[in-house]
């Protein structure tokens, strides 16, 4: 295997910014930011959303109003059925 053809893996920490929860693990992508944990250098990366904070990992429900749509839809075709 040519060692020129694959990218090298760093050790990175992901950073939620709503939990702030830190990731350890390696990756391919690199920050100008560092920060040294446990005597290892790792590259830090801020993120919006990470399986700490997303609605589909956190079991969170969300709302959604669907009692307008409904009623949109209905005076929709209340009007199209009058036309007839």
């Not at 009623?71 to 929709?76: A, C, H, R, V």
Request: charged residues 30%; glycine residues 8%; contains cysteine.
């Amino acid at each position: 295997m040519k060692a020129e053809g694959h990218p090298s893996l760093n050790p990175v920490c992901f950073v939620d910014v709503a939990t702030g929860k830190r990731f350890l693990t390696r990756s391919t992508m690199k920050s100008p930011r560092k920060e040294t944990i446990d005597g290892q250098e790792y590259h830090v990366i801020v993120r919006d959303v990470t399986m700490d904070s997303h609605p589909a990992y956190t079991g969170e429900k969300r709302l959604v109003d669907t009692a307008g749509r409904v009623e949109k839809f209905t005076t929709k075709f209340k009007r199209g059925a009058a036309k007839k």
